[in-house]
Structure formats: structure tokens, C-alpha cells
């Protein structure tokens, strides 16, 4: 399967029910500030997540269409606060929120997405129960997500452990992926085995997923990823690539020197050029490549549980997807 393809038709079979739920309202500004980024449409891997989950354990998919569009406003919120925090101008080809009206409606249109997004999850059909686990899932997620974006704010220009790297990376990446996967099992009817594969499954993805972000930032091809390879080295980001560096460059001299580069925003490209093949020296891309395979083995290994379905075979097709994409 093509999870690109499953993709796109998930994200047209998305677009009715996403622009639903924001009904003409008053003051109009905000309304339009809210629906602007939803609207614009992208991957929508989140809410693909959520449907395919209820449809691989065998459960109606449009019984998780509500939960689906909720989890991309949880995630457009997200986008909205995150563009303010990091000075972004451009989201999507499109001028950022915060830019485009003003700071105090960017922040209200978040909020709005995130209080929405609650406002639709009550109204599924679902059995009692099972809206309360997936609620529970939902706001633990958001918790968490709240947790990792302050981890990241506090990790910036630090060479934090591996550990604190990925602990990073899942709250900030891989919750709301898992709890769309989970939220999706519980409205398809799983049992709690299942629906706790499936979060496991997701939880894994998302880390495999972001683990080979930062080595497309690095070893990637600028003309498709659209990044300079340079860039996520002047900002002194600490990936696992660059924890792995500094555990295993063994010339003191040699370390001294990737450090004094790591974090240099006047960096210039031969010295970033230097610093990138520090790494391949150390074996650190290899690694970072490997460790983002080896989440993803992992999360394929955690739908053995499910039977064979369409759905099964793109979350699955998702999951190789995450490894080997170009931007």
C-alpha cells in the first residue's frame, strides 16, 4: 500500500466533517483565525490515524470521525501556539496567525481550536465508558504535549543526554499520534490488549518518525527537504545524532572543535560542512538512521494483534513511510 495515497484520500473524506464544526459566529476575526490553519489542509496524519485504527480492529470507522477531527484541532492549536513561541512567518505557504491578525487573537484561536475540540469528543457515539478512556487519553496527550514543548524550550542550545532527548520527543511528537491511534481503537469497539498495542504502535511511530526528521536535517537533500542542512547545527539542536557524537568522538581536539561549531549561529557552511562530517566520521548519522528504524520495527511489530485489513496494511505502510520519505 501507498501511504501516501491513503493519505490524500483520507484528508478529502476529512475535509467536510473538519470544516463542519466552526459555524458562522461572531466576532468574525476570530472565527476566521481558527478555521485558517484546519482549512488549509496537510498530511492530517493524526486524524488518518484515528480512523484507520478504528477501522483495524474491525470496528465502523465514522465512529471515530468525531474524535479524528478533534485530534487535528488539538493539533492545529498546537501549531498556532508554537508559531507565536518560535517567531515563524510562514506556515503552510501561508502567513502565520499571530502575523496575519495579531498575538492576542492567534492566542484566543488556539484556545478556541483546543476548547472545540473537547466540545466535539462529548458528543460521540460511544458507549460511556469508552468516552472517558478516550478522553482520558486526549487530555493526558495534551498535558504531555505541554510537558515536551517545555522540555524543548528548556533543552535549546544544551547538549542534554539521549534519554532526555527521546523523553522529549515523545511528549512533543509522538502522544497525540498515539492517543489518535488509541482514541480511534476504543471508538472501533477494541478491547483494552488492544487498544493498548495500538497506542504502543503509535508511541513508537511518532519516535521513528521524528528520529529520521532530524536525520533528513542533517543528511537530507536540501532541494526536497527544503532545509539547509546547516541549519539544525547553528541552532544547536541536540538530536541523538548529536548525543551520539559527543559520546563517541574520541580526539579531544576533534570534540573541542564540533562543540565550538554546534550552536554557532554565524557558522559558516564549510564549518557546518566540518561538523556534519565529524558525525559521519563518529558513525552518528549511520546511527540516528538505525535507532529510527528500529522504533519503527518496532511499531510494526505491535499490530501482529490486529487482523489483516486495508487499514492494518497502511498504518503499517505509514510506519515504513516514516523511514523513508525525503522531506
Same mark, same amino acid.
Not at 489518535?180 to 493498548?196: I, K, P, S
Given at each position: 500500500m501507498d501511504a501516501k495515497e491513503y493519505l490524500m484520500k483520507a484528508s478529502k473524506e476529512l475535509d467536510g466533517p473538519i470544516r463542519q464544526y466552526i459555524g458562522d459566529e461572531e466576532p468574525s476575526d476570530l472565527i476566521a483565525a481558527s478555521r485558517q490553519y484546519p482549512y488549509a489542509g496537510g498530511k492530517r496524519m493524526r486524524p488518518a490515524m484515528a480512523l484507520a485504527a478504528a477501522g483495524a480492529v474491525g470496528g465502523d470507522r465514522m465512529k471515530a470521525m468525531p474524535l479524528a477531527v478533534a485530534i487535528e484541532y488539538i493539533h492545529n492549536f498546537t501549531l498556532v501556539h508554537d508559531d507565536f513561541m518560535d517567531g515563524d512567518e510562514q506556515r503552510r505557504g501561508m502567513t502565520t496567525i499571530h502575523i496575519a491578525y495579531n498575538v492576542p487573537t492567534a492566542i484566543l484561536a488556539g484556545d478556541a481550536l483546543f476548547a472545540k475540540a473537547f466540545q466535539i469528543i462529548s458528543g460521540m457515539d460511544v458507549p460511556d465508558s469508552s468516552m472517558r478512556n478516550i478522553l482520558k487519553y486526549v487530555s493526558q496527550a495534551v498535558w504531555d504535549l505541554a510537558r515536551g514543548q517545555q522540555m524543548d524550550i528548556n533543552n535549546e542550545r544544551k547538549i542534554v543526554s539521549e534519554e532526555v532527548y527521546i523523553e522529549t520527543i515523545r511528549l512533543k511528537t509522538s502522544v497525540l499520534f498515539a492517543a $489518535?491511534? $488509541? @482514541? @480511534?481503537?476504543?471508538? @472501533? @469497539? $477494541?478491547?483494552?490488549?488492544?487498544?493498548?498495542a495500538v497506542h504502543e504502535y503509535a508511541m513508537a511511530l511518532g519516535l521513528g518518525f521524528q528520529i529520521f526528521d532530524d536525520y533528513l536535517g542533517i543528511a537530507g537533500d536540501p532541494a526536497k527537504t527544503g532545509k539547509s542542512v546547516g541549519n539544525d547545527i547553528r541552532k544547536g539542536k541536540c538530536t541523538v545524532m548529536v548525543t551520539h557524537a559527543i559520546r563517541n568522538i574520541k580526539d579531544p581536539k576533534v570534540l573541542e572543535e564540533f562543540k565550538s561549531i554546534l550552536g554557532n549561529a554565524d557558522a559558516t557552511d564549510d564549518q557546518t560542512a566540518r561538523a556534519r562530517s565529524i558525525m559521519e566520521d563518529a558513525g552518528s548519522i549511520a546511527y540516528g538512521r538505525r535507532l529510527a528504524k528500529e522504533k519503527v520495527d518496532e511499531a510494526i511489530s505491535k499490530l501482529s494483534i490486529l487482523p489483516h485489513s486495508e487499514e492494518k496494511d497502511f498504518m503499517i505502510a505509514l510506519a515504513k513511510y516514516a523511514i523513508d520519505r525525503e522531506v
Open positions: $489518535a491511534a $488509541a @482514541g @480511534g481503537a476504543l471508538a @472501533g @469497539g $477494541a478491547d483494552e490488549r488492544t487498544v493498548q
